[in-house]
């Protein structure tokens, strides 16, 4: 049984073999993930940018009114 | 208690829209389904308020609640539609936005290209500043899993996006280029 499971284990790392990757992730350079970093922020301060919707807006009002109507305060 | 939020938590509420927007529409894909998705998300932390303990991050805990709906949601369509894979890469794609930035769209493509469970944990940690401690507790797995699926999805991104080449290439082929006139 151990022996079959170091096999196992050989073949796995075999596998890893041909790219002569390691076992281990491979990492980025450190300027290829600034540029991924940078575009990714971006495109994300594009969005934060945007104006909520008045949707949002109104729900978060509707509710406050209900809450009031409720009336324990 | 549960449905009466008080003003300041009003504004807490309202001051995390943008950011849970972003996260939406960038693992969506999709404006409508994103506005969807957060209004749901709202609605539902509205209504379990009792669980949120006050003084813990609020930001972090929206954003596990509009992760969960997201896949539920995710789980429910790939059931009903027959080539969720495809069919949601294109949608991805051909996203319109109102200000058509070029890189943004090649960058988009190259998001929508990415397995979801890195995608999310890209924009958890790259984009929306949790650390990846938080990103793990929304996402519900470990540590070292968020580490490395945000490693991941970096070096598909590069790959996809040749920003190696862009690297290499760029000035070099232009001096090049200007040399060989």
């Known amino acids: 049984m151990t022996v079959e499971k170091g096999n196992k ?43 909520v919707p008045d949707r949002f807006r109104d729900l978060l009002e509707q509710l406050d009114k209900n809450g009031q109507k409720g009336g324990s305060q | 208690m549960s449905q009466e939020p008080d003003p300041e938590l009003r504004e807490a509420l309202l001051a995390a829209v943008p950011g849970l927007r972003a996260f939406a529409i960038s693992l969506s894909g999709q404006v409508d389904r994103a506005d969807d998705l957060v209004q749901d998300t709202l609605l539902r932390a509205l209504s379990n308020l009792h669980r949120f303990e006050p003084g813990t991050n609020l930001n972090a805990w929206l ?29 991805l794609r051909v996203q319109p936005e109102q200000g058509a930035h070029l890189d943004f769209e090649d960058f988009r493509s190259a998001l929508s290209q990415l397995p979801s469970d890195q995608r999310e944990a890209l924009l958890l940690v790259g984009a929306s500043g949790f650390s990846y401690e938080e990103a793990a507790n929304i996402c519900d797995c470990a540590v070292g899993t968020i580490k490395s699926r945000v490693n991941r999805a970096r070096i598909r991104l590069a790959s996809l996006l040749n920003v190696d080449d862009i690297e290499d290439l760029g000035p070099d082929s232009m001096t090049r280029a200007a040399l060989q006139g």
């Open chain 1, 9 to 51: 284990l050989a073949r796995a790392s075999r596998d890893n073999g041909p790219g002569g990757k390691l076992a281990t992730d491979p990492k980025l350079d450190s300027g290829s993930q600034k540029r991924i970093g940078d575009q990714l922020r971006a495109m994300y301060d594009e969005l934060m940018q945007q104006p």
């Open chain 2, 63 to 91: 954003f596990t609640i509009l992760r969960n709906l997201f896949h539920s949601e995710y789980r429910k369509r790939r059931r009903e539609v027959e080539d969720p894979d495809g069919s949601y890469a294109g949608r």
